[in-house]
């Protein structure tokens, strides 16, 4: 398998020539035809998720289509040109990619990068005066964060976030709850996300170095940050961490595991749990009145679960890539509609936010931060 390396970007300029014609759409005529023909989509990064989630998803919306790729591998390029039909013209690397800015045929630029190159990317990508839709976790620093919101507002652009989750029916019922609060209060939150990863990925991994983004509490521990929020409805107000390591030899430079627990202004706590060597998959709320949960809560596959009153949640059975196809439909439709989308770059940014606090709380001996 081949894994993404920053230092291919020495390929900036080898595909300048094929960038040459463009369109034969004009913008007013593209601008009328948009509604009728979608939205069009181009990938940046063409690492597992684009290939084995994105890509076949896009086959699959109604709304958005396959448009155009950029990539910093050059043998990729025909692979995916012969299985898509992607035109030379819509074809970029990372060193001409603002050149898109000048394609009609692309409408999203889709930053599917290693964490730590999603703001270089996302300020490129706001610059062409694209729509810009990123993979989370959104950056590395809420400051990072507040950078791309800030291009993507000046450009008048919209930026939101591969948050398939908040998509999701069953989901979508649990973040409807935390308003509505069917079983009164809520009182603990349990969110665990992990897979254990056999054989690991090779140390020179970007998932495996901490400057990259690599670590438990980045790859995962967004999914429970994220729903320990979206299932109380709160911001917390403390949080504590810690990291464990089975395998230190293995995890060098990052966390293997990651405990951390938030505390709500409604007192409502909340117990996390996110690793890289261990499976877990749960969402369990306890209530004044009952209890409710989805187990698994974040597969790629059969998002279910029930609840106390016997209530069960399995609206969908949405595999991937129907998870990933729901939500760029459900983002491009915003942009077609011009309505709110369901996971603005605000959420990512305090996500972020609370993973800095956590590895604060780390370094200080698992000591709470205040928020």
Same mark, same amino acid.
């Given at each position: ?22 369109? @034969? !759409? /004009?913008? #007013? ?9 979608? &939205?069009? %989509?181009?990938?940046?990064? $063409? ?43 819509? @074809? !970029? /690397?990372? #060193? ?9 045929? &692309?409408? %999203?630029?889709?930053?599917? $990068? ?47 976030? #591969? ?209």
């Amino acid at each position: 398998m081949k894994y993404f390396d920053p230092s291919r970007r020495k390929f900036l300029h080898t595909l300048a020539a094929s960038a040459a014609a463009l369109s @034969v !759409y /004009s913008p #007013g005529v593209f601008a009328r035809d948009r509604k009728q023909r979608g &939205i069009g %989509v181009a990938l940046v990064g $063409l690492g597992y998720y684009s290939r084995d989630l994105l890509a076949p998803a896009l086959q699959l919306t109604k709304h958005c289509h396959l448009a155009g790729i950029v990539t910093g591998s050059p043998d990729k390029i025909p692979v995916w040109q012969q299985q898509y039909g992607i035109p030379d013209r819509n @074809v !970029y /690397s990372y #060193g001409n990619m603002h050149k898109i800015a000048d394609n009609p045929e &692309i409408d %999203v630029i889709y930053i599917v $990068l290693p964490t730590s190159m999603h703001e270089e990317y996302t300020l490129i990508a706001a610059d062409t005066g694209k729509h810009v839709w990123c993979e989370k976790p959104m950056a590395m620093t809420a400051a990072q964060c507040e950078s791309m919101i800030k291009a993507c507002r000046k450009n008048k652009v919209q930026l939101c976030l #591969g948050y398939r989750l908040h998509h999701e029916a069953d989901t979508r019922t649990i973040m409807q709850y935390a308003s509505e609060k069917p079983f009164g209060g809520i009182r603990h939150v349990i969110a665990q996300a992990g897979y254990f990863g056999d054989p690991p990925l090779p140390p020179e991994h970007w998932r495996m170095k901490k400057s990259m983004g690599g670590g438990a509490m980045y790859d995962m521990g967004v999914y429970t940050l994220n729903a320990a929020r979206y299932t109380t409805g709160e911001e917390p107000v403390s949080i504590a961490a810690r990291h464990e390591w089975k395998r230190k030899e293995l995890f060098k430079e990052v966390d293997e595991t990651t405990y951390f627990d938030l505390e709500f202004p409604s007192g409502a706590t909340a117990a996390c749990k996110t690793s890289v060597g261990e499976e877990m998959n749960i969402l369990n709320v306890d209530c004044e009145k009952g209890w409710y949960k989805l187990q698994p809560f974040q597969a790629y596959d059969n998002v279910s679960g029930i609840a106390s009153n016997g209530v069960k949640f399995n609206k969908t059975h949405e595999k991937a890539p129907e998870q990933q196809a729901r939500q760029m439909d459900d983002d491009a439709l915003a942009i077609l509609e011009n309505k709110p989308i369901l996971a603005p770059p605000e959420d990512g940014m305090r996500d972020i936010a609370l993973i800095e606090a956590a590895i604060k709380s780390v370094a200080g001996g698992g000591k709470a931060v205040k928020l």
